[in-house]
């Protein structure tokens, strides 16, 4: 038998759980192993400053290598895991090795969905953007002047519309559904987010499918969309969600839907099995998600790693996300799925502004847009469990300040 973790995924989950156990001084046997060739690193930068080349991957690395040998911490990069026998408690690997652990956690983290080929989807000039490769491909066909068509308005597409357009492309962003970040967000945040792109040239279609692509020797050069439209088109960017990758897990026996099924510990249907950050399904407000975000990526296997060192604590999330978008920063605090109506309310600085929502009258999510203040008082608020004064929030004039007080 061995005390030994392995951890199957090589992302910030993955590093945040191990950098934590070490912050910890347990000392147990550790092996991570990663599909990657790269150490971890972060990945909300690869459809931003990465992409327009203000960061390179040196930049992004959570840790260097020498942090691994210090820290005891074996790493194997390259490498995937093929199986799980829970029995034996060991993986099988891709090169013919087996581990034995004493604790595995998955970290799997989930994979971009890609349009098929049946409309066009294995021509060259189509990209998806999770990991720095695919990032490395776009960025040298981002070239000014081509024509950029981007599927899907969630924060992704909206983010890689952002940045194209910044680099001359001209960008036209696609939305099956009546509004961007439809899923995601309140009506009120996808008209500001909409205004944005707008104001900075882009052509953003709502309630439009994309029929097929059509190509030239092997290479897109335009789009047929509904309603019988068909634009020129020099490369595609495909933002239209993920899939969580549970086939070890599902292989495996472990309980799956969509992502790995956890309790508030983190741990799956077989106790001596993790799963964290975007592949797990995890309980929030007497419901099952996934929370595609840093934040909780970090802060579970920040639970899991105190959790092996001894404690007996729970994982309470307390979402946030950020999204960059030329020069804007949007802020979310808190879950504003369910929501029933919305507040929203000027800044002090011009351009700012936030969104409130609630839900049967509690306040569960800020959206805030260049406005810091509004964000960090409803991310106290929500966590603190206070319900702010309407009055005060439909008034502007009125420092935020005093809802703290």
């Given at each position: 038998m061995t005390d030994r973790l392995v951890v199957i995924g090589g992302g910030q989950a993955a590093f945040a759980l191990v950098a934590k156990l070490r912050a910890l001084k347990d000392m147990r046997p550790v092996t991570i192993v990663a599909a990657e060739h790269s150490l971890p690193y972060q990945r909300p930068p690869l459809s931003k400053k990465y992409l327009?080349?203000?960061?390179?991957?040196?930049r992004l690395l959570y840790r260097s290598e020498s942090w691994y040998t210090d820290n005891s911490v074996d790493v194997r990069l390259g490498t995937a895991v093929t199986a799980i026998d829970r029995a034996a408690k060991t993986v099988a690997l891709d090169d013919g090795?087996?581990?034995?652990?004493g604790t595995l956690a998955l970290a799997t983290g989930s994979t971009p969905r890609r349009l098929p080929a049946s409309v066009g989807g294995d021509l060259d000039g189509i990209f998806v953007i999770r990991d720095f490769k695919h990032a490395d491909a776009l960025a040298g066909d981002m070239k000014p002047g081509r024509r950029a068509l981007i599927v899907g308005g969630g924060y992704i597409g909206l983010e890689a519309a952002a940045v194209a357009r910044s680099s001359g492309l001209e960008v036209t962003v696609i939305e099956m559904a009546d509004r961007i970040l439809q899923r995601v967000a309140s009506a009120a945040t996808s008209k500001l987010v909409k205004d944005i792109h707008i104001a900075r040239g882009v052509d953003i279609r709502e309630s439009t499918g994309l029929v097929r692509?059509?190509?030239?020797?092997?290479?897109?050069?335009g789009a047929e969309l509904s309603g019988g439209v068909t634009i020129a088109v020099d490369l595609v960017i495909v933002g239209i969600g993920v899939g969580a990758n549970d086939e070890l897990a599902r292989e495996a026996g472990l309980d799956v839907a969509n992502g790995v099924v956890v309790d508030a510990f983190a741990q799956t249907s077989d106790p001596a099995i993790y799963a964290i950050g975007d592949c797990a399904v995890l309980p929030f407000r007497g419901q099952m998600i996934r929370l595609e975000s840093v934040q909780n990526a970090v802060d579970q296997a920040e639970a899991v790693a105190a959790r092996l060192a001894g404690s007996e604590a729970a994982y309470e999330p307390k979402p946030w996300f950020w999204s960059d978008q030329y020069d804007v920063k949007l802020q979310i605090a808190g879950f504003g799925h369910g929501h029933d109506e919305t507040i929203v309310r000027a800044g002090q600085r011009e351009g700012s502004v936030s969104v409130w929502y609630f839900r049967e009258g509690k306040l569960v999510a800020v959206d805030a847009i260049n406005d810091a203040k509004a964000y960090v008082t409803g991310k106290k608020l929500i966590e603190a469990g206070i319900q702010p004064d309407r009055a005060v929030l439909e008034n502007p004039e009125i420092d935020l300040k005093v809802l703290l007080s």
């Open positions: 327009l080349g203000e960061a390179d991957l040196d090795a087996t581990l034995e652990y692509l059509i190509g030239e020797n092997g290479r897109v050069t």
